[in-house]
T-cell receptor
Framework: KAGVTQTPRYLIKTRGQQVTLSCSPISGHRSVSWYQQTPGQGLQFLFEYFSETQRNKGNFPGRFSGRQFSNSRSEMNVSTLELGDSALYLC???????????????FGPGTRLTVL | DAKTTQPPSMDCAEGRAANLPCNHSTISGNEYVYWYRQIHSQGPQYIIHGLKNNETNEMASLIITEDRKSSTLILPHATLRDTAVYYCIVRPPAGTALIFGKGTTLSVSS
């Protein structure tokens, strides 16, 4: 079974631009979570989507948004990019079969975003 | 904040067992202990998880103390490819985020 895929793998943008990152979960997985990793703050949770609905959200400004499609694929968007948005953006998927159940999250390789 | 405490770094000789400790003294009864590792600039890789009993899979063993306040991840025969940052995470109920701490940087040398 194929793992979590993320595109693109590398991206360079300039301040003020916007960017869209894509994540395809493992087949059959219904939940997709996004994380940001920077040297200073480490791995931080952005948001989680389940059945096309945002189910959980981390402490990030509104410039960070996401969505999930009916096939569980997810995108995240960052508008008005700032230098501090340079990071590795990670997507993780899980089965999310039963509410209240424990689902292991499996991570993709990440998208390395550089803002100049 | 992360609910776990791990040593910042550890060294291990290739072929020897690597024992990575984790303290989680405030763990709740319904919270699992998860371990992930991250090799430089790659996505975190799931290793193992457990609730009360010791667990073993093809990658590692997880030993959880009876009071559940600490655990140890054991890599039975460490190789150079096991050099990575290892994260111990106490997992809240499903639907919530993984909270990563700083982890333990394991360096395996020949």
């Amino acid at each position: 079974k194929a793992g979590v895929t993320q595109t693109p793998r590398y991206l360079i943008k300039t301040r003020g631009q916007q960017v869209t990152l894509s994540c395809s979960p493992i087949s059959g997985h219904r939940s997709v979570s996004w994380y940001q990793q920077t040297p200073g703050q480490g791995l931080q949770f952005l948001f989680e989507y389940f059945s096309e609905t945002q189910r959980n959200k981390g402490n990030f400004p509104g410039r960070f948004s996401g969505r999930q499609f009916s096939n569980s694929r997810s995108e995240m968007n960052v508008s008005t990019l700032e230098l501090g948005d340079s990071a590795l953006y990670l997507c993780a998927s899980s089965l999310a079969v039963a509410p209240g159940g424990y689902d292991t999250q499996y991570f993709g390789p990440g998208t390395r975003l550089t803002v100049l | 904040d992360a609910k776990t405490t791990q040593p910042p770094s550890m060294d291990c000789a290739e072929g020897r067992a690597a024992n990575l400790p984790c303290n989680h003294s405030t763990i709740s009864g319904n919270e699992y202990v998860y371990w992930y590792r991250q090799i430089h600039s790659q996505g975190p890789q799931y290793i193992i998880h457990g609730l009360k009993n010791n667990e073993t899979n093809e990658m590692a063993s997880l030993i959880i103390t009876e009071d559940r306040k600490s655990s140890t991840l054991i890599l039975p025969h460490a190789t150079l490819r096991d050099t990575a940052v290892y994260y111990c995470i106490v997992r809240p109920p499903a639907g919530t985020a993984l909270i990563f701490g700083k982890g333990t940087t394991l360096s395996v040398s020949s």
